[in-house]
């Protein structure tokens, strides 16, 4: 039997983020065999990934970010089963590395992110190892990218709520993109303008507004052209541009992007929460 130093231990700690205990147990089973050892603590979190695989992994960190150049920015969502490990710093760093990877390597969807490297490991594998390590349930459930002349990103104090929005414009104001993203995050807008609203949700407000004019007693051949103007205070409160300024209600967005440089606007944004 191998002599089993602490220093070993530690080293096996800094590579798998596995705990003390967990190291010793397994560079003891190894043998001193480091490699063996690894491999022991990834088969012991594929064992815990089987049995916790029914779990619900309802919390977690909502983490966004943008490159260096301001020309990408992404959002990812690592879920776990609990508040407390969605709110340990070791986690967070988990989540923030895989958000680098993303930002880094710019892939076309999740699942291309997830088959990327993460130190040496693919990112689903090395999900598995840190289900090992943690003792709960993780999953990747969301990754979205925004692409433009200049793309800002915001996080939610709590980690629990990001947004990104991507502009027309190289050179931003600082303070104006961040309000932008500030906006998108604070007041949930469904599409940029009325333009990009979705006809499912155009036809499904419609059909709201009707319903309600009739049950309001208005005769049937007024209720669609009520509807319509309802359509109107629905363009308003939900597309960005025509939102209400938050930090002035004189303005709208769109006039607050135009005030800040003619012809200025967000061209894609995305924006994701964790709901309880």
């Known amino acids: 039997m191998a002599e089993i130093k602490a220093a070993d231990v530690a080293k096996l700690r800094n590579m798998t983020g596995a705990g003390m205990m967990d190291c010793k147990v397994a560079l003891n089973e190894a043998n001193g065999d480091f490699d063996l050892a690894v491999d022991i603590l990834r088969k012991k979190g594929q064992k815990v990934a089987n049995k916790r695989a029914d779990r619900e ?15 990408t920015g992404a959002i990812i969502v690592l879920n776990c089963e609990t508040d407390f490990v969605a709110k340990n710093v070791d986690f967070v760093k ?11 390597n710019n892939p076309a969807n999740i699942d291309e992110l997830k088959s990327l490297t993460l130190n040496g490991i693919k990112i689903s594998d090395e999900i598995t190892n840190q289900i090992g390590v943690i003792g709960e349930k993780l999953d990747l459930s969301y990754f979205e990218k925004v692409s433009a002349e200049y793309v800002v990103s915001y996080i939610h104090p709590g980690n629990k709520l990001a947004s990104i929005a991507g502009f027309n414009q190289a050179n931003v104001d600082v303070q104006v993109a961040k ?21 499912s949700v155009i036809d499904k407000e419609i059909e709201i507004g009707k319903d309600l004019a009739i049950q309001e007693g208005k005769p049937a051949d007024m209720a669609e052209k009520i509807a319509l103007g309802r359509l109107n205070k629905f363009y308003k409160e939900s597309t960005l ?29 995305k924006r994701f929460t964790l709901t309880q």
């Open 94 to 104: 988990f989540a923030q590395s895989i958000l680098e990877v993303a930002l880094k």
């Open 57 to 71: 992994a309802t919390e977690g960190a909502v983490i966004s970010g943008t490159t260096n150049d301001k020309k």
């Open 179 to 199: 309000d932008v993203v500030m906006q998108i995050a604070a007041m949930n807008p469904i599409a940029i303008d009325k333009d990009t609203v979705p006809q």
């Open 241 to 269: 541009v025509n939102q209400q300024f938050v930090k002035d209600n004189k303005l709208t967005i769109g006039d607050y992007l135009n005030n800040a440089s003619k012809g200025l606007k967000v061209t894609a944004f």
